[in-house]
Structure formats: structure tokens, C-alpha cells
């Protein structure tokens, strides 16, 4: 049996779609609401011993992402319920797959959000962890697209707003690097790395980055809108991925990872659709 936390998000909902019925549980958010607090190790290992002989994986995509939030839900969300999880699922001898960002490389000593920080003291925790027990893996992850509208706060939402609601679009001069990976794809590839029984923390990269400029242009001028997009009008951050480049992950060199560009248009063009649909 595998069990994920966090079912309802884009990532959750993906993994549990990837087993068959039998083999995974999602949990209901109020089962692990509490599960942050200093006592709950003891219920978490109660909890899962309950199901008996336990094979499978416990997968953690609950999380808050948005960095508007308070830092202290980042941080309770984030970090103590994961770190929480995988003592307690230790004991009963249950690994724990959490998620995280590969901008924890990128700006490791000076996070510019409670996002960042919350995921950079889960995957150092899992990282210290792993060194006694094996049971704990950690998987840094780069942009997702698909499964669902993009979210209203990422880049990609915001340039799917600008050309669903025909207004204008102002952004920086693009230079970020980013990857984008389809959750199909995504979903695969995390399946590989649990199979290989992994342990600490692991870059999910494809290796074919592109800038925020570049993905801006190619999707305006698709929906043929390039009067909207107004690149240059505000500043860059200072601390960003300005020239990191990912390698493709050992164990993901046979994986066919989806093209990026046109596949991001092919993804915002059914979300017009189905916004249109529901008008």
C-alpha cells in the first residue's frame, strides 16, 4: 500500500492517479492536520501500523507553495509535518518520498522567501537523516505544467491571465533559467527514482532549460498576442537562476521528457478552451 498526503494539489493528484485503486490510500487533510505539532511521532507510527504489513511508499505533496503566505504555515507545513512524517513512518519501517525545489541549490545561503527556507531545512534534514537510515528520500524538483489550470501566482499563470483576459503583460528582462516538465513526464520520473530505492536528495532535472524570455515570446507569438507582452518593464530579481544548468538526472537518461515550448502551448491552449467552455 502506498499513501500520499496532499492528494487534492497537482502533484498529489497525479501520483495517486498513477496506481491502481488498491494499491494507494490518500489520506484526508484532516488526518494529518495536526501532524506538525512535537507529539505526533508516536500517532503518525500508530497510524500507519494499523494498516498491517506495509510494502509501499508514503508520498508527501502537501505543502503550501504560494510565498505570499506566513513564513510560521511554511514552516509547520513544509518542514515539521514532513520531518514529522518520516520519524514516524521510520519506526514501522515505511519510507517517505518528500518534494522539493531545485532553487534549494540555487540560493541555499540567502532564500528570498519562506517557500525556499522551508525546503531548504527539509531536504538538509533529509539529508542528515538518510546518513542513519535509508528510508527517507528527497526529490528536487523544477517547474510542473499540466494536470489542472497553472497556478494564479507562477509565471506561467500569470502569462496564461494576461492572454486569457487579452491585457498586457509586464514582466522582466527574462533572463531566468527555468525547466518545465509535463506532470505526466514528472509522475514517470519520480517513479523511477523510488524504484531505484533512493535515498537523501536528488535533482529530477531533464537538462533542457529555457529563459523566462524565451518561453514568454514563443507562447505570445503562438496565440498571436505579442502586443501584450512587455518585456523589460520591470526589474529582474537579484537572486535567481541566472546561469545554473541542471544536468539530465543519471537514472532519467532513456526517460522521453515532453518538448517544452510547444508542449506549453499545446497545455494553455486546452486551458483556453476550458475556460471558454465554462463562460
Known amino acids: 500500500m502506498n499513501f500520499v498526503l496532499g492528494s487534492r494539489g497537482r502533484l498529489g493528484r497525479a501520483i ?22 512535537d507529539d505526533a511521532v508516536d500517532r503518525i507510527s500508530r497510524y500507519f501500523e494499523s494498516y498491517g504489513k506495509l510494502n509501499g ?5 502537501a505543502g503550501i507553495i504560494d510565498p505570499r503566505f506566513p513564513a510560521d504555515e511554511h514552516h509547520r507545513v ?11 513512518a521510520a519506526r514501522v519501517g515505511m519510507r517517505t518520498v518528500t518534494f522539493g525545489t531545485v532553487m534549494e541549490n540555487v540560493i541555499a545561503d540567502k532564500p528570498t522567501n519562506s517557500y525556499f527556507s522551508s525546503k531548504i531545512k527539509l531536504g538538509d534534514f533529509v539529508s542528515e537523516f538518510s546518513v542513519k537510515s535509508k528510508l527517507a528520500l528527497h526529490i528536487r524538483i523544477h517547474t510542473l505544467y499540466g494536470g489542472g489550470l497553472p497556478d494564479k501566482f507562477m509565471f506561467l499563470g500569470q502569462l496564461f ?16 533559467l527555468r525547466e518545465y516538465h509535463h506532470i505526466d513526464d514528472e509522475i514517470a520520473a519520480i517513479s523511477k527514482l523510488v524504484e531505484a530505492k533512493l ?13 523566462l524570455g524565451e518561453l514568454a515570446l514563443y507562447v505570445f507569438e503562438q496565440f498571436n498576442c505579442l502586443e501584450l507582452l512587455k ?20 537514472l532519467l537518461r532513456e526517460l522521453a521528457f515532453r518538448d517544452t515550448l510547444p508542449s506549453i502551448v499545446e497545455y494553455l ?11
Request: proline share 5%; charged share 15%.
Open 269 to 279: 491552449s486546452l486551458c483556453k478552451e476550458l475556460l471558454e467552455s465554462n463562460k
Open 16 to 37: 495517486v492517479s498513477s496506481f491502481a485503486s488498491s494499491q494507494v490510500t490518500a489520506l484526508d487533510r484532516s488526518d494529518y492536520s495536526d501532524w506538525w505539532r
Open 161 to 176: 491571465h494576461s492572454i486569457a483576459s487579452h491585457t498586457i503583460f509586464n514582466m522582466s528582462p527574462g533572463a531566468q
Open 199 to 211: 535515498s537523501g536528495t536528488v535533482d529530477l532535472s531533464h537538462g533542457a532549460p529555457i529563459t
Open 78 to 88: 513544509n518542514f515539521l509535518l514532513a520531518r514529522n512524517v518520516i520519524k514516524g
Open 231 to 250: 518585456i523589460g518593464a520591470l526589474s529582474g530579481p537579484p537572486n535567481d537562476n541566472y546561469g545554473i544548468l541542471f544536468e539530465r538526472t543519471p
Open 57 to 61: 511508499n508514503i508520498y508527501i505533496t
